[in-house]
T-cell receptor
Framework: GAVVSQHPSWVICKSGTSVKIECRSL??????MFWYRQFPKQSLMLMAT?????????EQGVEKDKFLINHASLTLSTLTVTSAHPEDSSFYIC????????????FGEGSWLTVV | QQQVKQSPQSLIVQKGGISIINCAYE??????FPWYQQFPGKGPALLIA?????SEKKEGRFTISFNKSAKQFSLHIMDSQPGDSATYFC??????????????FGKGTKLSVIP
């Protein structure tokens, strides 16, 4: 199946700093990418939908100025957590979809963020 | 209307037994129903998926049963193995219109297969 790669797999940052997470589709062009947040033992919570070349659409309650999403190319989307705080610590997962994948949406391996 | 209800929350099955996880949805615009398997600390991996024009799909030990009129679908894992122990999520998305390809997830089922 198609491969979606996330980097870094885990990151520790200091409170008040910003951290960037990358999501890449390795073997298909991802016209749409989704960013999720997952707390322990819970389901995935959609944060935003990004289409290549346009602004991301954020879900209700997600601060767009805090979670900056960029989808500048058909193979790369980035999530930047700005001015991170301990409550932003979570597992962040991206998924991607493109015409070549049919209906299938593929997920990355996730990125653990710990803010200390 | 966007909800997907999944049950049970947790499931313990003996090795070799059948694991059954059920999901129900309300949004009739949903057009694609995938199941994802997630191991701790990893992203979800697509297991099997079905379209509403098919009542059953089988891939190896995994079978999806789909009941369009009842708006229910289920995952059956035959001959369950300890390596199947993971959290399983059902999901659904509409193919077109508002929220197209935007997955709505169930809350997940933690499956434990004991030897």
């Amino acid at each position: 199946g198609a491969v979606v790669s996330q980097h870094p797999s885990w990151v520790i940052c200091k409170s008040g700093t910003s951290v960037k997470i990358e999501c890449r589709s390795l073997d298909f062009q991802a016209t749409t990418m989704f960013w999720y947040r997952q707390f322990p033992k819970q389901s995935l919570m959609l944060m935003a939908t990004s289409n290549e070349g346009s602004k991301a659409t954020y879900e209700q309650g997600v601060e767009k100025d805090k979670f900056l999403i960029n989808h500048a190319s058909l193979t790369l989307s980035t999530l930047t957590v700005t001015s991170a705080h301990p409550e932003d610590s979570s597992f962040y997962i991206c998924s991607a979809f493109g015409g070549e994948t049919g209906n299938t949406i593929y997920f990355g391996e996730g990125s653990w963020l710990t803010v200390v | 209307q966007q909800q997907v209800k999944q049950s049970p929350q947790s499931l313990i099955v003996q090795k070799g037994g059948i694991s059954i996880i059920n999901c129900a949805y309300e949004n009739t615009a949903f057009d694609y129903f995938p199941w994802y398997q997630q191991f701790p600390g990893k992203g979800p991996a697509l297991l099997i998926a079905i379209r509403p024009d098919v009542s059953e799909k089988k891939e190896g030990r995994f079978t999806i049963s789909f009941n369009k009129s009842a708006k229910q679908f289920s995952l059956h894992i035959m001959d369950s193995q300890p390596g199947d122990s993971a959290t399983y999520f059902c999901a659904a998305h509409p193919k077109s219109g508002a929220g197209s390809y935007q997955l709505t997830f169930g809350k997940g089922t933690k499956l434990s297969v004991i030897p």
